[in-house]
Nanobody, 125 residues
């Protein structure tokens, strides 16, 4: 099973940008669809963005469309989340996730196979 480690979180002002990274261990990275989720204090974990195994298809929640972009580099076993035009409502712990099914990642997060430990993003107003 792939292991995931997120990095890149921090404190930014509204309107700023951050780039998160998720490093995966092992040689099976390219067999997984990948996604980013987030969880704000007092709220349920929610889907943010997802990408297919090859990187050819991406999906994004309505709340981040046009601002967040997911990408992956299978040669480096890494998935990225580029976040632009950040808003205070984007403040959350961001989690990297992997699953053999992108459908699970986009619609059935409670069944996701592998989670990273999370990285905190705080957007000040």
């Amino acid at each position: 099973q792939v292991q995931l480690v997120e990095s890149g979180g921090g404190l930014v002002q509204a309107g700023g940008s951050l780039r998160l990274s998720c490093a995966a261990s092992g040689r099976t990275f390219s067999t997984y669809a990948m996604a980013w989720f987030r969880q704000a204090p007092g709220k349920e974990r929610e889907f943010v963005v997802a990408i297919s195994r090859s990187g050819g298809d991406t999906y994004a929640a309505d709340s981040v469309k046009g601002r967040f972009t997911i990408s992956r580099d299978n040669a480096r076993n890494t998935v990225y989340l580029q976040m632009n035009s950040l808003k205070p409502d984007d403040t959350a712990v961001y989690y990297c996730a992997a699953d053999s099914s992108i459908v699970v990642l986009t619609t059935q997060y409670r069944r996701v196979e592998v989670w990273g430990q999370g990285t905190l993003v705080t957007v000040s107003s």
